[in-house]
């Protein structure tokens, strides 16, 4: 069955905190949400360690290599008698002899009597070095700084001044990195690591969403379970539920066992008190039309407005009892269909004109209510129209309601009467037989189903009833 839920007053919504105007109320939504907000706050975790792992690992290899570099660079250069620096060094890595690779070496005279520079081939010109003031050596005459490149990288230095011979004739070693091409490695692998993390998250929260959707699954079945008990198709929960709700399927359904219980023992009372007063009122009623005269017609007249009153009310009674408890369901078109040709019989004179819709009609109440509904307005009808009445059933678009529409050719009521016409045992024209107690039984057998009645001007110039009640898919 199609729902619609209440509107909220605007007045409630502003009451509301802002966060709970905006986090939806819906459980599914909720524990989605939070599984997906936890599974990305991890996934950036393991993405901030294993970067941050990684680029220490990378860092130490790469100050590793430029040390063992710095070392076979220092033991593969020597010093001629003459102060030369002599030496071939070959350490094993092409890139030392490929021109501006950002891989390079050098020595350089550090002391008195060296004289002459080697460096790598890759080594085209020159790099700065700072001061030993501003960056000083430690106590193993080595030191490290940053530095850029022939092209413009940036380079790592790893720098020695290391004593040649027994004259302390000293020369100063520089073994150089390309940073740049560490720091280029890094990010190649953070956006590879981002890829296969973001794809593995997505799986993830795909996966984690399904799970929560089947095991809410059992929910959306009670859900429907109730809306058929609502509905008036089933009388209690029925099927398997797992463990964690079949406690709250058995207490519902011991609910709707006490509720039929309670409706039933308040009917039983209804027809307890409705024989019970009947026999009195039939005996005013008898005892007035026989004693006759102008005082028997008076008793006669109140027994039988006093009886159709305790009736009435009995019939509110009755509906109030099973308003909010199981739905009846009651095919309106053959009720109208039979009602309409009843009446025909009886007003052979009026032409009854009767409009149906195509796809059947269920009232969610009971036969008795729409027929005692039906009457009043078509006996109205019939009573004040002058040839033509007009019956029209049809379903209201976008919601769970159907329209009765019931119009005349009389002399209708104007609009400053139709409240007064509503109200109970008021008469407006007292030349028509009746107890005035038509359009108010209607009124409140409506409103107890929270339903719409409207008096409105019919295009015939009579009086137009329409009726709003819910209806069942």
């Known amino acids: ?168 004739r000293a020369a100063r070693f520089r073994v150089m990195g390309n940073q740049t091409e560490l720091e280029q490695e890094i990010a190649t692998f953070q956006r590879r690591l981002l890829t296969y993390l973001s794809l593995f998250g997505v799986g993830m929260i795909a996966i984690n969403a399904i799970a929560i959707l089947i095991g809410l699954q059992p929910l959306r079945r009670v859900r429907n379970a109730l809306a058929m008990v609502r509905e008036g198709t089933a009388q209690r929960l029925d099927g398997r539920f797992p463990a964690e709700i079949e406690p709250l399927a058995n207490e519902t359904n011991a609910l709707i066992e006490n509720n039929k219980r309670i409706v039933e023992r308040s009917r039983t009372q209804v027809g307890n008190l409705a024989h019970s007063l009947k026999t009195p009122l039939a005996v005013l009623l008898n005892e007035g039309r026989a004693l006759g005269g102008a005082k028997g017609q008076l008793i006669a007249e109140q027994a039988a407005s006093m009886q159709k009153q305790v009736d009435h009310y009995l019939q509110r009674a009755r509906v109030a009892a099973q308003r909010d408890s199981v739905v009846y369901r009651t095919p309106v078109t053959p009720l109208v269909q039979r009602m309409v040709r009843v009446l025909q019989k009886l007003k052979p004179e009026i032409k009854l004109t009767l409009s149906l819709p195509a796809a059947e009609i269920i ?111």
């Open 363 to 473: 009232f969610g109440g009971e036969r008795e209510d729409l027929e005692e509904l039906l009457g009043n307005l078509l006996d109205n009808a019939l009573k004040w129209a002058k040839g033509a009445v007009a019956v029209s059933v049809a379903p209201v678009p976008g919601v769970s309601l159907f329209e009765i529409s019931i119009e005349d050719d009389g002399p209708g009521i104007p609009e400053d009467k139709a409240r007064e016409a509503l109200k109970r045992g008021r008469r407006l024209d007292e030349t028509k037989p009746g107890t005035g107690l038509g359009l108010a039984i209607v009124a409140d057998l409506v409103n107890e189903y929270g339903g719409v009645l409207a008096l409105e001007r019919s295009a015939t110039g009579g009086l137009k009833a329409v009726v709003r009640l819910r209806s069942l898919q």
């Open 1 to 168: 069955m199609s729902r619609r839920r209440k509107a909220e007053p605007l007045a409630t919504i502003a009451r509301k905190p802002f966060a709970a105007r905006l986090w939806p109320r819906s459980l599914a939504f909720r524990v989605i949400a939070f599984s997906t907000l936890w599974a990305i706050l991890t996934l950036v975790v393991i993405f901030t360690l294993i970067t941050t792992l990684y680029r220490q690992a990378s860092e130490r290899g790469f100050d590793s290599l430029l040390s063992a570099h710095l070392f076979n660079l220092i033991g593969s250069v020597g010093i001629s008698d003459n102060g030369a620096l002599t030496g071939a060094p070959d350490l094993g890595d092409l890139r030392f002899s490929e021109p501006n690779s950002g891989w390079y070496w050098s020595v350089e005279p550090a002391s008195e009597g060296v004289h002459g520079e080697i460096h790598s081939s890759s080594m085209t010109t020159s790099v700065l070095s700072p001061s030993v003031a501003e960056v000083p050596f430690n106590a193993n005459f080595q030191r490290s700084y940053s530095a850029e490149g022939i092209k413009g990288e940036e380079l790592e230095v790893f720098e020695s001044e290391f004593v040649l011979d027994a004259k302390n």
